[in-house]
């Protein structure tokens, strides 16, 4: 026995096994792969194909027709592969039991699913090489492998989608920004496929392979191999597995076509909110032309999903819209007009002097393709990008210029940081030394040369603007915004999205106990601001509301200086009101008015303070449905409150699709109109009243916002609205009559 596992542990061996444990030994000290979850079984498939590979090669050049022979290869290669696969296991099992531990069941499913199947799968690709060429059988293996990894990057610049299924590595989700991911059942019958296929092939080839008379059955699985390969290749957009653009028309099956747009959509899309969708279209287009001083003769394709769920089931990404400059086609939702269409747009216009096959920025520099979308759309949530800059300069969140436009550090911080920074910056460079010189930049990255300055002293002067714009006691608005961390810094962000997946479905489907359990684990594990706002959520429904309330009180102060502390005293106060400690509560929605950390959660609290200075109306409004509270807010209006109580309604009505003719008729009389002086308020009405086409009312808000606005950085928001409702009333009925 121990003659035999000398012979089948050679050197060679040895040193494979060393490789394995060494890889997954620094993987330890790796975000996401330290952990035994997703990331972890990824890089070990393709690890462990890579190597298996070698291993058929190595076995099979020693290997005779004899039966035994046959017999003593599959016991060797068994073995083999135990330990090839145990490895990663064991070592990542104990660090998990040493240290950090996620959800074990997660990490034995991503491990059957994706790394398992690997060692069946390079033993078979090693074989098929060795079939074709016993002479220089590694080199044809690595050329194999890399033409199957090469799928994917064909598939992701021909087809729509951003997700991909891969024998290689068996999945790749999309964008990071949809942290969520468990072990679909998609996923598994993909793999299952994968095993029976390359099993069937491996054991066919080891049959035929050494014997003269059989060399025609051997060529004919080769033959079935490639063949079949080619027909799953060509099916898989039917069975789930990749997305074509044809698939993706099927099911968004309407279609409306401008002058250089063709929009696809789904039925459940209504005429209105396609009609507005339009017309965002062609203003963005319109603006942005201008803004790079480029005309584009090509249509844009814009793919526009129902809803989030939608849109990653069959593009790959939830939560991020994205654009393909090279194939003229953007992809997002029914309710991205007003928030992500127009940089999705930029995009597609960047791409008239953008370079190499994928028309973006030279070296593919992620700064700069994304830095060019947002000066082209420079608004985020409201506020300026330069005032948002400057917020975050002058807080403590910044970042280095040099290394973020020499694409190191895009992706070492919150996004919303390396966006922001970049679109300040080259819309600073677009401003102070135009937009000719920019596209030039874009297209070949020399910056000394086309701005005659070396980066680091235009970026000096770059920060010298910031440090004069007036972001002055607003600590807690840097906070609240930029107070977060990236999926790299979070604590294990794959099972904690999905599990918060799961309690959402319970809560909705009222398993309010369920919910609450799950909500529990997470928050057994870290510290998560969603996972604590649930569990607050289900205790109220449980008629637990002290539990919830004690829970948030224990922990809000782990959340001091994040995005969320604000958002957990508010629903803290809350909670108070319901428990009638209204001074508490009177307390809270006042600190959160004075620090002023964001505009609507001020506009939230006032209503709150409003209701809580009415007898009971409070607990009313925060049990009801989204209707009583409409309702509510209808009896409570007046001249006095309107500025208040107005952007609150406005969203319940879109929520609830409250007809807009109701909405003017209940909400918008004259004496109410004549006493409002929010600009804020004013700008929501316009906005709202311009999705519903009502041209003459929209008009007639902005410019009041125009006048009843004291704020730089509110008036260039308010101009730029101003400026969409006159081009949309000009260009409406040439626009929709076609």
């Known amino acids: 026995m121990r003659n035999e596992l000398k012979k089948i542990f050679s050197r060679k061996l040895i040193a494979l096994f060393s490789i394995v444990l060494i890889i997954n030994f620094i993987l330890l000290f790796f975000p996401l792969t330290n952990v035994f979850g997703f990331e972890f079984s990824f890089v070990n498939a393709i690890l462990i194909t890579f190597l298996s590979g070698f291993i058929s090669i190595s076995y099979l050049k020693k290997l005779s027709t004899h039966f ?3 017999k003593k290869l599959f016991k060797s290669l068994s073995i083999i592969g135990i330990i090839l696969l145990l490895i990663p296991i064991v070592i990542s099992l104990t660090h998990s039991l040493l240290g950090l531990s996620c959800s074990f069941k997660d990490g034995v499913f991503f491990y059957l699913v994706l790394t398992i199947p690997s060692y069946i ?21 690595l050329i194999l492998l890399l033409l199957i990894l090469l799928i994917p990057l064909i598939e992701f610049y021909l087809n729509p989608q951003i997700y991909f299924f891969n024998p290689i590595f068996g999945f790749f989700p999309g964008t990071i920004y949809d942290e969520g991911l468990s072990v679909s059942m998609k996923l598994v019958l993909y793999r299952f496929i994968n095993v029976i296929f390359f099993l069937t092939v491996f ?12 060399n025609l059955k051997k060529n004919i699985v080769l033959a079935f191999a490639l063949i079949s390969s080619l027909i799953f290749v060509f099916i898989s957009p039917s069975l789930g597995f990749s997305t074509t653009k044809n698939s993706l028309v099927k099911h968004l099956n309407k279609k409306v076509v401008t002058k250089h747009f063709v929009i696809h959509y789904p039925n459940d899309i209504k005429e209105n909110e396609i009609k507005i969708i339009t017309l965002h279209h062609e203003y963005y287009f319109s603006r942005l032309s201008i803004f790079f001083n480029v005309e584009v003769n090509k249509k844009i394709e814009s793919f526009i999903f129902n809803n989030n769920n939608e849109k990653g089931r069959l593009f790959g990404s939830a939560n991020a819209d994205v654009a393909k400059p090279w194939l003229h086609q953007i992809y997002t939702t029914k309710d991205s007009y007003n928030r992500t269409l127009e940089h999705e747009i930029a995009h597609i216009i960047s791409a008239s002097f953008g370079t190499g096959i994928f028309k973006v920025a030279d070296g593919l520099n992620p700064t700069l393709i994304e830095g060019i979308a947002v000066a082209g759309s420079p608004y985020y949530d409201g506020y300026p990008i330069d005032y948002m800059a400057s917020l975050a300069w002058k807080n403590g969140y910044r970042i280095n210029i040099n290394s973020l436009f020499n694409g190191v550090s895009f992706f070492g911080q919150t996004s919303s940081l390396s966006y922001i920074y970049a679109g300040s910056f080259s819309k600073f460079l677009i401003d102070n030394y135009g937009i000719s010189k920019f596209k030039l930049f874009y297209s070949v990255t020399d910056f000394a040369n086309i701005y005659n300055s070396s980066l680091n002293e235009i970026t000096k002067k770059y920060y010298n603007y910031l440090e004069n714009i007036n972001t002055k006691g607003n600590n807690s608005k840097a906070n609240y915004y930029f107070g977060r961390k990236t999926i790299f810094q979070k604590v294990c962000p794959r099972y904690v999205s999905d599990r918060l997946k799961d309690a959402a479905i319970e809560f909705t489907n009222r398993n309010f106990k369920n919910s609450s359990k799950i909500y529990s684990e ?8 969603y996972a604590l706002f649930g569990y607050a959520e289900v205790s109220k429904e449980l008629n637990n509301i002290h539990e919830g309330l004690n829970k948030i009180e224990h922990k809000l102060k782990d959340f001091i200086n994040t995005a969320y502390y604000y958002n957990l005293q508010f629903k803290l106060a809350d909670l108070y009101s319901l428990s009638k400690k209204t001074q508490q509560a009177d307390s809270l929605y006042k600190e959160i008015i004075n620090e002023k950390p964001n505009i609507w959660l001020e506009h939230l609290s006032s209503l709150r303070l409003i209701l809580l200075n009415s007898s009971k109306q409070l607990d009313i409004y925060l049990n009801g449905t989204q209707t009583d509270k409409l309702i509510l807010l209808l009896e409570l209006i007046n001249k006095n409150n309107a500025d208040v109580i107005l952007p609150v309604a406005v969203r319940l009505s879109k929520i609830i699709n409250l ?25 929501v009405l316009s906005m709202y009243m311009l999705d519903n086409f009502d041209f003459i009312n929209a008009k ?25 409702i006159n081009w949309m009333s000009d ?8």
């Open 731 to 738: 260009n409406y009925n040439s626009i929709i009559s076609q």
């Open 121 to 141: 799968i390079g033993l078979t690709l090693g074989t098929i090489s060795f079939s074709i060429s016993k002479k220089k059988p590694v080199l044809l293996y």
């Open 68 to 70: 035994d022979f046959i």
């Open 700 to 724: 007639n808000m902005i410019e009041k916002a125009e006048m009843e606005s004291n704020n730089l950085f509110n008036n260039e928001l308010i101009k730029y609205n101003h400026n969409k």
């Open 659 to 683: 007809e807009y003719s109701l909405f003017i008729k209940n909400f918008m009389s004259t004496e109410i109109v004549a006493n409002l002086k929010d600009s804020y308020t004013l700008n």
């Open 522 to 529: 997470i928050l057994g594990k870290t510290n998560n601001y």
């Open 203 to 214: 054991l066919l080839l080891i049959k035929f392979l050494f014997r003269k008379k059989d």
